[in-house]
């Protein structure tokens, strides 16, 4: 979903689950490694990549040497991306965002293995299928994660027991289990309060099902299979959204979605762990309504970033104590506190800063729906082409919902478009 935080911290957003990227090593174009003794560590990241008070205690930490950190804003790959064809001006250490990690492991030469560092001590504190996301498939680690996205079924309480559905978590968990289910809920609410669409854009939960889902659109042998039963089910789904008229069309993070949030028109989304500050932000008058519940149909993973080390750093072994001491368990669960940045490491789950309940949520504690999805999600494969060959399916979903097109054609179109896109970037 197109939501506030998530347009800070991207300058797109797609969709990545808990993958396994692909592309063992690429060209090797950056500038030769350094030599010399490090004075300065060069940190890279993006405005609210990371918690402030953990990057104010970690630069504290490491007086010699010393880090100067760089906030990056507006296109952050494409600068990084920029500054390593220049040569010069390259950072020891950058954040990479999940949803373009896959594009940059075919550079995997531009970074350095984090295994050579001693990242083989530290791997299993990290949930695995984020570890293999940031994985070559010869095995090389380019990135420890900073953070992940785990979804959740966020639903007014009050809303919801007012048009007649279950309002208790444990209820909501169990009868609505599955996306027909949910879909089937939105119908009875639609009867009862026609104003509240259980579906803000139906469209908006296309890549939320494709991640539930332990493959995607491009197979390990470099096959293409986004034709596969898989995607057409998650296109179905949407799709049934749509002609089960529960859709409200709202996109998110548009005014009207904001605005539905408080008023009740918009009583529930699938969003990952960190939309709960957009709710938060936009709610008002419904403090203490809104609940949380598992998503239908499983777990999946909605963002989440790393910590590289480039080839340029003048002190690989020092950039990655520094990595180590920032992301570990204490520090990710003060980086939750900061700013809701959900921690890879489940260690931090037990830490008091993710124990606490919410009264936002009623007194949910939210890390008790969190913490097992992140820890169930599928671990798939993703090709560097993913993205790009993903997006057709998105632009046709669309033109289904606008009415421009019915979804056979729409289908068709789209596998032509994503074919058409995966053969020009090599695959078979």
Known sequence: MELSRRSLLAGGFALVGGTMVGCSSGMDTSAPAKTNVATTLVLWCWP????????????????????????????FKQKLITTFNGGTGIPDITGIKGEDIASMLPQANRFVDLKTVG??????DYLEWKVKQA?????????????????????REDVFTKGGLPGDPAKVAAELSTWDDFIAAGVELRKANPKAPIVSDATDFYDIIIGQNPTRYIDKDNKFIGDQDHIRKAWDICV?????KVDGKTPGGSPDW????????????????????????????SVGKWRLAPTPSGPANFGGSFLTITKNAADPAKAFEVIKYMLNADNQAKAFADAQIFPATPAAYDKPQL??????????VPIEVFGPAAKNIPVAYEAPADSAVAQPFK?????VQSGAKASDAAWSS???????????????
């Open 48 to 75: 609210g990549g990371l918690g402030k008070s953990v990057l104010d205690e970690t630069i504290t930490h490491f007086p010699d040497p010393t880090i100067k950190y760089s906030e990056i804003g507006g296109d």
């Open 119 to 124: 990242a083989d001590a530290i791997l299993g």
């Open 135 to 155: 994985t070559t498939l010869d095995g090389k680690v380019l990135g420890i994660p900073i953070d992940i996205g785990p979804t959740a079924l966020y639903y």
């Open 240 to 244: 049934k959204m749509m002609t089960s």
């Open 258 to 285: 904001n605005a539905g949030l408080d008023q009740g028109t918009v009583p529930a989304l699938v969003g990952a762990a960190w939309v709960a500050l957009d709710v938060k932000a936009a709610c008002k008058t």
């Open 355 to 364: 124990k606490a309940a919410d009264p936002f949520f009623g007194g949910q």
């Open 395 to 399: 632009d046709e979903l669309k033109s």
């Open 414 to 428: 789209a596998v032509s478009k994503a074919k058409a896109i995966a053969k020009r970037q090599g695959v078979q």
